[in-house]
C-alpha cells in the first residue's frame, strides 16, 4: 500500500465551481500536512499545510484533515483557469521523511 | 515562502559527460535537502535526502555512484549525474526544509537534456 494516496484523475470542474482534492494516507502516526501546486513543466510551489484536525482556510483554499480518516481534503472555491494544474499531497511523520501523493490533475473549463 | 534556488534551470551535455547541479537556500539554513526527478507526466521521485556534513541518504534502486550528491554547507547542495546517458534526461528538483518547523520548499527545478 503506497504512503500517500490520491485519485490521478484528471478532475474537471466549470469556472467559478467548487473543486474538490482528496488524499488519504496509511501512517497514522503522520503529524504534518501539505499540499502543493504543479503547473507543468515547473517544480512544486507551496499551497498550504495543516497541521490539526478541522479546516484551515486561506482565501479560495481550504484544507480539511481528519486523522482519524487519515484524510486530508483540499477546496478550491470559485475556481479559475488559473487553478489547471496537479495538486499533489504530502505528508510527513518526522520532518526528514516527507511521502508524496502521484498527484490530482485538476482543469478548470472556462 | 522561503527561497531555494537552483541552478542551472536548462542544460544540455553530452553523453559521458557529467553534469552538476545546484540547490540553493537563499535565506535560511537548510540542514536537510531533498533530490527528485520527474519524468514527464509522471509523479515526483525522490531520489535521495542530504544532510548538511554526512553522506546522503539513497532511496532504492538510485545508483549513489552515478548522482553523487554533496551537502557541504548548510545553504548547498549539488547533485552530480555522472557519465550521464540518454535515458538520465529528466527534470531534476531539490526542495529543502525550513527549520525549526517541516515544511519543504521546492527550487525551480532543472532541465536535463542529454545527447
Known amino acids: 500500500q503506497k504512503e500517500v494516496e490520491q485519485n490521478s484523475g484528471p478532475l474537471s470542474v466549470p469556472e467559478g465551481a467548487i473543486a474538490s482534492l482528496n488524499c488519504t494516507y496509511s501512517?497514522?502516526?503522520?503529524?504534518?500536512f501539505f499540499w502543493y501546486r504543479q503547473y507543468s513543466g515547473k517544480s512544486p510551489e507551496l499551497i498550504m499545510s495543516i497541521y490539526s484536525n478541522g479546516d484551515k482556510e486561506d482565501g479560495r483554499f481550504t484544507a480539511q484533515l481528519n486523522k482519524a480518516s487519515q484524510y486530508v481534503s483540499l477546496l478550491i472555491r470559485d475556481s479559475q483557469p488559473s487553478d489547471s494544474a496537479t495538486y499533489l499531497c504530502a505528508v510527513t511523520p518526522t520532518g526528514n521523511q516527507f511521502y508524496f501523493g502521484t498527484g490530482t490533475s485538476l482543469t478548470v473549463i472556462p | 515562502g522561503a527561497v531555494v534556488s537552483q541552478h542551472p534551470s536548462w542544460v544540455i551535455c553530452k553523453s559521458g559527460t557529467s553534469v552538476k547541479i545546484e540547490c540553493r537556500s537563499l535565506d535560511f539554513q537548510a540542514t536537510t535537502m531533498f533530490w527528485y526527478r520527474q519524468f514527464p507526466k509522471q509523479s515526483l521521485m525522490l531520489m535521495a535526502t542530504?544532510?548538511?556534513?554526512?553522506?546522503?541518504?539513497?532511496e532504492q534502486g538510485v545508483e549513489k555512484d552515478k548522482f553523487l550528491i554533496n551537502h557541504a554547507s548548510l545553504t548547498l547542495s549539488t547533485l552530480t549525474v555522472t557519465s550521464a546517458h540518454p535515458e538520465d534526461s529528466s527534470f531534476y528538483i531539490c526542495s529543502a526544509r525550513v527549520p525549526p518547523g517541516d515544511t519543504i520548499y521546492f527550487g525551480e527545478g532543472s532541465w536535463l537534456t542529454v545527447v
Open positions: 501512517d497514522r502516526v503522520s503529524q504534518s
Open positions: 542530504s544532510n548538511e556534513g554526512s553522506k546522503a541518504t539513497y
